[in-house]
């Protein structure tokens, strides 16, 4: 049961939208401020809304203080108890003084410094708390009510932990290696208090598993939880986490297509374009990423070298000893993709879609080319899907629905995957721009879709929260946003601001430092934690020009050869590490 009151007496109550608002009425001018008397309007059907009406005389140049609360309980007594409780403005204020405090020790560990007060703003207090409060911990928003966990999106969304309390991403993997299958299969979400769930035939799921693993073990140096044992869905007998990810992989390596690349693996006509759009960031990353250390038997350190993957096709670091078997899409001539049907996706052959943008991109990040043909992978983003809103996921927008696509080619022009901008895949943009140093594409793909700015007639959303899509120019609604509160864009940029624009990353090697600031930066600093430890990285550039490679680094005032700092062999300590561009 529910109760919500006030210190102020209650003159009237309602719990429906429509009597607060009246027919056709808004926030700004709700009918129920024009009726003497409210018409009762609570019933479960209804759409909900809690509002309270109390009547106050205001002194001359005196005030007047309230305060409601909202408290649930087992029964109606229990739950007006809490309330009468809870509702005194003397009991409120220290509460959210608490509760901001709280906010702010939670978020302190990462803190960015820049020369643009709207990205430092961005991602020290409204990312991290768009994802923490509505993926994390509620898993929900406007765009979304599921209260579900989403085997993909929460461990991609707790990699923001990893930096400012990676013990919870620790548990948030082992939890869902907990919901895999004996096979590989696992949920594409479930509920945790009913613990039911919908089985995914889609391969992108299972691998965000091993890379996020390999993410935590990059940034904690932790790999006692490669023996964590954990038992599966449908076999109570625990097996460790690292036979988890094998199976996972060895699932994904059972299901490829007539050209023997990995499949999408749904059916036919229902996801797969946008699973093979996820897949483009998913599939070789989670590989490349996870070989070096991670099997129990031979285990390397960090450091060691690699020479071979789960799937054997590419050593991580190194490249494929001729090139792949299909083109490389840097120039919208090729296609990383087939329909069941044969034909491509993603060529300059095709009437619509004829480029994508992760396949380039994810061409520069996870090195699968030559350098000369990633240039041309990111020339040719410049050239076709770099707007003024953002990076567009593909181009041109389908105009029909393709059934052997998928329900991508369902939404409207313009709209989400179909030629929108989707945030996630513009962020990726951004990291592989920084990877080829190019600072102007870094600042401009960054810039378009920062909300702090934005006019907001156009954008429409919330000024304060990154989106998950925007419209592009094929709809008539350019620069809208959608999806905000809840999407897990938000965590991925926090991640490529940190680990791409200020390039501090954590990898196999240590800890590599090698920032693109922005034309016109001379300086930025980023303090975060690092196998135990705490780094304050200060970045200074001679010339501002943006872009500039790293000329000379220090570690507690002592000059460093490498470009990656070692593990640290006293937990606890705080470094100071000076970083010279040229």
Not at 210 to 235: G, H, M, Q, R, W
Not at 278 to 296: E, I, K, T
Request: charged letters at 20%; hydrophobic letters at 35%.
């Amino acid at each position: 049961m529910a109760a919500f009151g006030g210190s102020l007496p209650v003159a009237q109550a309602t719990g429906g939208k429509e009597v607060f608002l009246g027919r056709y009425g808004d926030l700004g001018r709700p009918a129920a401020l024009r009726r003497e008397r409210w018409p009762l309007g609570f019933g479960r059907h209804g759409d909900p809304i809690a509002a309270l009406r109390s009547r106050l005389v205001v002194p001359a140049r005196g005030t007047v203080t309230g305060g409601y609360a909202l408290a649930v309980g087992r029964t109606r007594e229990e739950a007006a108890a809490r309330t009468a409780a809870w509702r005194s403005p003397e009991v409120m204020r220290p509460v959210l003084a608490e509760a901001g405090r709280g906010w702010l020790e939670r978020l302190r560990p990462v803190q960015v410094t820049t020369p643009d007060p709207s990205l430092d703003t961005l991602v020290n207090l409204w990312l991290p708390c768009q994802m923490i409060s509505a993926r994390l911990w509620g898993r929900c928003g406007y765009y979304q009510q599921s209260g579900a966990f989403g085997f993909r999106d929460q461990l991609q969304d707790s990699q923001l932990w990893l930096g400012l309390n990676p013990a919870r991403c620790r548990a948030q993997i082992l939890l869902h290696a907990a919901h895999q299958f004996g096979d590989g299969a696992v949920y594409h979400w479930w509920h945790p208090l009913s613990e039911q769930g919908h089985v995914t035939r889609m391969s992108d799921d299972l691998l965000w598993l091993a890379f996020v693993a390999a993410s935590y073990l990059k940034e904690t140096n932790d790999f006692s939880i490669l023996e964590e044992l954990v038992p599966c869905v449908d076999d109570p007998h625990p097996a460790p986490l690292a036979e988890h990810v094998r199976q996972a992989f060895a699932r994904v390596r059972r299901r490829t297509g007539p050209r023997g690349r990995p499949s999408s693996a749904p059916a036919t006509g229902t996801t797969g374009c946008r699973r093979w759009v996820w897949r483009s960031g998913a599939n070789r990353c989670g590989w490349r990423s996870f070989s070096p250390p991670c099997w129990p038997t031979g285990r390397k350190s960090p450091g060691a070298p690699a020479t071979g993957t789960p799937d054997g096709t590419t050593a991580p670091g190194g490249r494929r000893s001729s090139p792949p078997s299909t083109p490389t899409p840097g120039t919208a001539s090729g296609s990383c993709a087939w329909r069941d049907d044969g034909e491509p996706l993603g060529s300059h052959s095709c009437e619509r879609g004829k480029i994508y943008l992760n396949s380039q991109t994810w061409a520069v990040l996870n090195e699968v080319t030559s350098a000369e043909r990633a240039a041309a992978c990111m020339a040719a983003v410049k050239k076709f899907l770099v707007t003024e809103v953002g990076a567009l996921l593909l181009t041109p927008a389908y105009d029909r629905p393709v059934r052997e696509i998928g329900y991508i080619t369902r939404y409207a022009p313009g709209m989400r995957e179909n030629g929108g901008v989707y945030t996630h895949a513009a962020t990726w943009a951004i990291a592989a721009a920084a990877k080829l140093r190019d600072a102007e594409l870094v600042e401009r793909l960054l810039a378009a879709i920062n909300p702090v700015g934005k006019n907001p007639e156009r954008y429409w959303a919330e000024p304060h929260l990154l989106p998950g899509n925007v419209d592009g120019p094929e709809s008539p609604h350019l620069g809208r946003g959608g999806w905000t509160w809840y999407t897990g864009s938000a965590a991925w940029l926090y991640r490529v601001v940190s680990q791409w624009v200020l390039g501090v990353r954590p990898k196999w090697q240590g800890l590599r430092i090698d920032p693109c600031l922005f034309p016109g930066w001379r300086r930025a600093s980023l303090l975060r934690p690092w196998c135990g430890a705490v780094y304050r990285v200060d970045m200074e550039s001679a010339t501002g020009a943006g872009g500039n490679s790293v000329e000379g680094l220090s570690l507690d005032g002592e000059p460093v050869t490498s470009p990656w700092l070692p593990v640290p062999d006293r937990p606890g300590a705080t470094h100071r590490v000076q970083v010279r561009l040229g």
